[in-house]
C-alpha cells in the first residue's frame, strides 16, 4: 500500500469521524450533562466497538446483507428506535450540578453496541471499503489498514465533541440553560433519524 493511499485513507477517517452524526451528537450531550471523566466509557466504546464492526464487515459481513437483505433492515429498524430512545433519554438527563438518580452515560459496552445499527457507521464502512480496496489487491491488508486508521482517528476526535459539551455546560452554567441544549441535542438526533426511515 503506497504512502499516498494510506494518507487518503487518514484523512477520510478524520472527516467521516469528526463531522456530526449520532456518536458525536451524543458525546457532547454526554459532555455537557456528566463532564469529560465519566463520559471516557462512550468514548472508548466508540474507540474500540466502531474499528471492530469495521473489520467485522470488511472480512465478510458484508456479503451476509447482501444475501440476506432483510437482516440489514431489521438492524435499521432497531437503530431508528434505539436512536429514539437516547434521544429521550438525553431530553431527561439530569444536569451534573443537579440530582443524578437514574441519570447516567452510556456504558462501554452501550455504546460499543450501538455502533451495529448506528446509520452514520454503516455509511462510513460501506464508504471506506468501497473507496479503499481494489480489486485483485491485498483485501487483508487493506481493511486492516482501514481499520486501524478509524482506530487511531476515532478517540481524539470524539474527545473534541466531548469538550465541546463540557464547555457548552461550563457556558451555560445554568440548569435551565443546559435543559434547552438537551432538548436541541435530542432534537438533532431524532433528525439524524431521518434518513433511515425514509428509506425503509
Known sequence: MSLTLLVAILLFAFVATITP??????????????????TIPHL????????IMLAAVGFGLGQVFQTFPIIHQVLKV????????????????????????????????QAAAFQ????????????????????GGNLWLEVTVITLAFAVIAYPCVSLWTLLGVG???????????RWF????????VASIAP???KV
Open 21 to 38: 452524526g449520532p456518536n458525536n451528537i451524543m458525546v457532547t450531550a454526554s459532555g455537557a450533562n456528566f463532564g469529560y471523566v465519566r
Open 44 to 51: 472508548l466504546g466508540i474507540s474500540i466497538g466502531f474499528p
Open 78 to 109: 432497531v437503530g431508528a428506535a434505539y436512536l429514539l430512545w437516547l434521544a429521550w433519554k438525553i431530553t431527561t438527563a439530569k444536569p451534573a450540578s443537579g440530582n443524578q438518580k437514574g441519570s447516567s452515560p452510556l456504558t462501554f459496552l
Open 116 to 135: 451495529w445499527v448506528n446509520p452514520k457507521a454503516w455509511i462510513m464502512a460501506i464508504s471506506a471499503f468501497s473507496t479503499y480496496t481494489t480489486v
Open 168 to 178: 457548552v455546560s461550563r457556558a451555560l452554567n445554568n440548569d435551565q440553560y443546559l
Open 182 to 189: 438537551n432538548y436541541t441535542m435530542a432534537l438533532l438526533l
Open 196 to 198: 433511515i426511515i425514509y
